[in-house]
């Protein structure tokens, strides 16, 4: 249904209506500026490199042909607006402590540990799971771009290994070996904390 709605709005903008456009950057605007955010650690940059991704779309939608979904689309056109921006900043991308905050319900980001005692849980274990988010962060952050950009996009984002394909402009193989990397590295990283075997990942 959402790809359905995606692209009557399409071929709305494509007939002169920037009203379904503007529709289209109220959808996607907090998701494209979230893996932005986990691409650039500078917040302020984010807003602008979001702002420059929607203009290119718009500029690019009449070739947009709707092979894909829109949305990976404008991830692999986000992707890329960050990477040019860093390489004119000559900045390395690096993952901020907010690309592990999540949605929750009804859309709204929540931290991981914002409402830290809602479940019963003891200080102890909040201090174990702050321990773990910050880890995990530390982990994500040491990977190199490519496997700290797969990573996000299958855990954070929930594309598809097809998706991150398109995005990453790289065969699904590759994608699959990025994620197993990523995700050994985080796991090694992991281990000392949850008690697990090498044998484990978890």
């Not at 399409?10 to 289209?24: H, Y």
């Not at 702050?130 to 990573?151: F, G, H, P, Y």
């Amino acid at each position: 249904m959402s790809a359905e709605a995606d692209a009557l709005l399409i071929e709305r903008v494509k007939r002169g209506d920037q009203r379904a456009f503007e529709l289209l950057v109220i959808k996607y605007q907090r998701r494209v500026e979230r893996l932005i955010g986990r691409m650039v650690r500078d917040v302020d940059l984010v807003a602008d490199i979001a702002q420059e991704t929607f203009i290119r779309a718009y500029r690019a939608l009449p070739q947009f042909r709707g092979e894909s979904a829109f949305y990976t689309w404008l991830y692999r056109i986000a992707v890329n607006t960050a990477k040019k921006a860093l390489v004119e900043l000559k900045r390395d991308p690096l993952v901020p402590e907010a690309a592990y905050a999540h949605q929750s319900d009804d859309g709204e980001e929540t931290s991981r540990v914002e409402n830290e005692l809602s479940d019963g849980e003891t200080p102890e274990a909040v201090l174990a799971s702050k321990e773990v988010a910050a880890t995990v962060n530390a982990a994500i952050d040491a990977l190199s771009e490519d496997l700290r950009q797969a990573i996000t996009l299958r855990e954070i984002e929930g594309l598809s290994y097809e998706e991150i394909a398109e995005v990453m402009n790289c065969p699904i193989g590759t994608v699959r070996s990025r994620i197993f990397r990523a995700r050994e590295a985080i796991a090694q990283r992991l281990r000392p904390l949850l008690g697990t075997r090498g044998d484990e990942r978890w």
